[in-house]
């Protein structure tokens, strides 16, 4: 089993072009990187649990039904009665979304450390908001430390939302200090360029396989993906040509889509990643093309298995 940790919430996501001068209509879309990723999984087939805290509310509900549809095991899913978190997404012309967010007392900020994960569970992946909004956050790290001590596979995406993060130099050593316990570090261009505060990505990669990551994938947006691992390959794939509707929850397909063609190479049966460079391009080409499905419709709606033949 997979699992995955991290916040569930509410995208607000515009229905349409607004009239001059208008502000447009907003449509209700489950979300949240951790709980994409979570859906994606359970839709390529790969067995999935999500470990979160969800509200009771409509919102809650919703989100909990969404995962019961596609298969994924809710029993790690916390409940309280604080609302759901929202995220106001604002779509430029390309296609690629920011995000505004509606935090203060919302109920995956009080997530708790379970006792313990199924003894089925051969990886768990974090990252987005979770690992920023306190007291949750520390919670979630400390699963983090936890599973990675105990040999679990772990794999992270740090997904930045720059708004979230009061303090970015104190942000960039958190993160460095997670990569002891990280097997997979996923990240975009972007957010690698922000937490490097360099263009020279290359030489930050080997920085943090040199923390303790066996491989670092960034994702280049149309460009493809490029792994590097702990030995010093290098693994570049091209993008998936495809007409982009935006580009939310493409990220959180990689997540999902990296994890599951590892599992299928039987790379997640301890902390490290153990592939060849022909294996590293079948991982990385199938992610890019289930990124490009989901570019190409609305909202976050990441392929089934059947989809990418």
């Known amino acids: 089993m997979i699992v995955v940790a991290g916040e569930a919430l509410i995208d607000l996501v515009p229905a349409g072009p607004a009239a001059e001068d208008e502000l447009p209509a907003l449509l209700p879309k489950r979300g949240g990187g951790p709980y994409n990723t979570a859906v994606a999984l359970g839709r390529l087939g790969?067995?999935?649990a999500f470990c979160s805290r969800l509200s009771t509310d409509h919102f809650g509900t919703a989100l909990l039904g969404?995962?019961?549809?596609?298969?994924?095991?809710?029993?790690?899913?916390?409940?309280g009665d604080e609302p759901t978190t929202l995220a106001v997404a604002h779509l430029a012309a390309d296609g690629s979304a920011s995000y505004s967010f509606h935090v203060e007392g919302a109920a995956d900020r009080l997530f708790a450390l379970p006792a313990a994960l199924p003894d089925s569970t051969r990886a768990v992946s974090f990252g987005t908001c979770s690992l920023v909004l306190e007291p949750g956050a520390s919670a979630y790290e400390a699963l983090m430390r936890r599973e990675s001590e105990r040999g679990t596979f772990t794999a992270l995406d740090p997904n930045i939302r720059a708004?979230?993060?009061?303090?970015?130099?104190a942000y960039r050593d958190r993160f460095r200090a997670w990569l002891p316990y990280?097997?997979?570090?996923k990240l975009s261009e972007e957010d690698a360029?922000?937490?490097?505060?360099?263009?020279?990505?290359v030489a930050?990669?080997?920085?943090?396989?040199?923390?303790?990551?066996?491989?670092?994938?960034i994702t280049r947006g149309g460009e493809g993906l490029t792994a590097l691992t702990r030995e010093g390959a290098r693994i570049d794939v091209p993008g998936v040509a495809v007409d982009v509707v935006d580009t939310i929850g493409a990220g959180d397909t990689v997540n999902a889509a990296l994890l599951h063609r590892l599992d299928e190479h039987g790379a997640l049966?301890?902390?490290?990643?153990?592939?060849?460079?022909?294996?590293?391009r079948d991982v990385?080409?199938?992610?890019?093309?289930?990124a490009a499905l989901t570019c190409s419709r609305a909202g976050a709606e990441p392929p089934y298995a059947g989809e990418l033949g």
């Open 46 to 48: 790969s067995p999935t």
């Open 66 to 79: 969404g995962l019961a549809a596609d298969g994924i095991d809710t029993s790690l899913v916390q409940r």
């Open 163 to 169: 708004g979230l993060i009061a303090d970015p130099d």
């Open 182 to 185: 990280v097997s997979l570090l």
């Open 193 to 201: 360029v922000w937490l490097a505060r360099s263009d020279d990505l």
């Open 204 to 217: 930050a990669a080997k920085g943090w396989l040199a923390l303790g990551p066996a491989a670092v994938v």
């Open 269 to 280: 049966g301890g902390a490290g990643v153990e592939l060849g460079g022909e294996e590293w």
């Open 284 to 290: 990385l080409g199938f992610a890019a093309r289930a």
